[in-house]
C-alpha cells in the first residue's frame, strides 16, 4: 500500500526530484523488512545463511534502484521529450490598466512562446518579490479585476520619525496581499504584520497568505527621506482563468498559476 502510492505521486514531482525520493524509499522501505527474513527462512537455516540472504538482498535492492535511476535519467533527458510542466503568471498593473503574461522559466513549448514574446528582463513593478531576477514575458489582456486596497489607521511623526498603521485587504478576495515600501523616500526600522515582527531590510516587503476578508493590519516604523511614503501593494490568486481570453494547455500541466494585482499609492 505505501510502495505503490509513494510511487504513483512522486510523478508530479518530476524526474529531478520523484525518481530520487521514489527509489530513497523503495530502498529504505526494502531494508525495514529485511528484518522478517528470519521468519521466512528454513529452520535449519544457519545464521551465516540468514546473514547471507539478508546481505544479498540488500545489495540486490540498491543496485536494482542505481540501475533504474540511472537509466531512467538516461531515458528522460533534458530534451529527449516534449516538456509537460509549464510556470505562467499573470500581472496586472491597476495604475497603468496595462497587464503582461510572465514565467520566471523559459518557454517551453509552442503553448508559451506564444504568449512569452519577449526577451526575459526583470519585472520588478509587476513582481516586487522578484524584482532582479530576470522574467519570460510577454503583452496581456487587462483584466477586470479590481486592485487591493489601503486604509490608514494611525499616522503618527515626531522628529524624523514616522510610524503607519495600515489594513491592507483584496476586494476581489486574493489568497495573499502584500506591501512594499519605496526605499528612495522612506527607511524600515520596525514592523509588525497580523502581529507578528517583521525583520527590516533595505528594500522591505512581504507577501501574507491566508488574511482573509478583513485583510491584515502593517505597523511600520520609518524615518523618511521624503514628504510622502511610498508603497506599492498587490494582491495573488491562483485562477488564471478570469484573464480574458486565456486557454490552458492541451499537452502541458501549468504549475502554481499565479495572478497578481497592483498599485502604488503615496502616504
Given at each position: ?225 521624503e514628504d510622502q511614503v511610498g508603497l ?36
Open positions: 500500500m505505501l510502495l505503490t502510492t509513494a510511487v504513483v505521486q512522486s510523478f508530479d514531482a518530476g524526474l529531478l526530484y520523484g525518481a530520487p525520493l521514489a527509489g530513497v524509499f523503495v530502498a529504505v522501505l526494502f531494508t525495514l523488512t529485511l528484518v522478517l527474513w528470519d521468519a521466512v527462512l528454513p529452520s535449519s537455516a544457519t545464521r551465516v545463511g540468514r546473514v547471507s540472504v539478508t546481505q544479498m538482498a540488500g545489495t540486490a535492492t540498491l543496485a536494482s534502484v542505481l540501475v533504474c535511476a540511472l537509466v531512467a535519467g538516461y531515458l528522460n533527458r533534458d530534451g529527449a521529450t516534449e516538456p509537460r510542466q509549464e510556470h505562467l503568471w499573470y500581472a496586472l498593473d491597476g495604475d497603468l490598466d496595462a497587464a503582461v503574461w510572465a514565467s520566471p522559466d523559459s518557454p517551453r513549448s509552442d503553448w508559451s512562446r506564444g504568449l512569452l514574446t519577449d526577451p526575459a528582463s526583470p519585472l520588478p513593478t509587476e513582481f516586487p518579490w522578484r524584482a532582479t531576477e530576470s522574467m519570460s514575458h510577454g503583452p496581456a489582456p487587462v483584466a477586470p479585476l479590481q486592485p487591493p486596497e489601503v486604509e490608514v489607521l494611525d499616522d503618527t511623526s515626531a522628529g524624523g520619525a514616522r510610524e503607519l498603521r495600515l489594513r491592507l485587504s483584496s476586494p476581489r478576495g486574493a489568497n495573499a496581499v502584500g506591501l512594499w515600501v519605496d526605499s528612495t523616500t522612506a527607511t524600515v526600522h520596525g514592523a509588525t504584520v497580523d502581529g507578528h515582527r517583521a525583520e527590516p531590510a533595505e528594500n522591505f516587503g512581504f507577501r501574507f497568505w491566508a488574511a482573509g476578508p478583513d485583510g491584515v493590519e502593517v505597523t511600520l516604523t520609518l524615518s523618511v527621506l506599492r501593494i498587490i494582491d495573488l490568486s491562483d485562477d488564471l482563468s478570469v484573464v480574458p481570453g486565456y486557454e490552458p494547455p492541451t499537452d502541458q500541466v501549468v504549475l502554481a498559476p499565479t495572478v497578481v494585482v497592483s498599485r502604488s499609492l503615496r502616504v
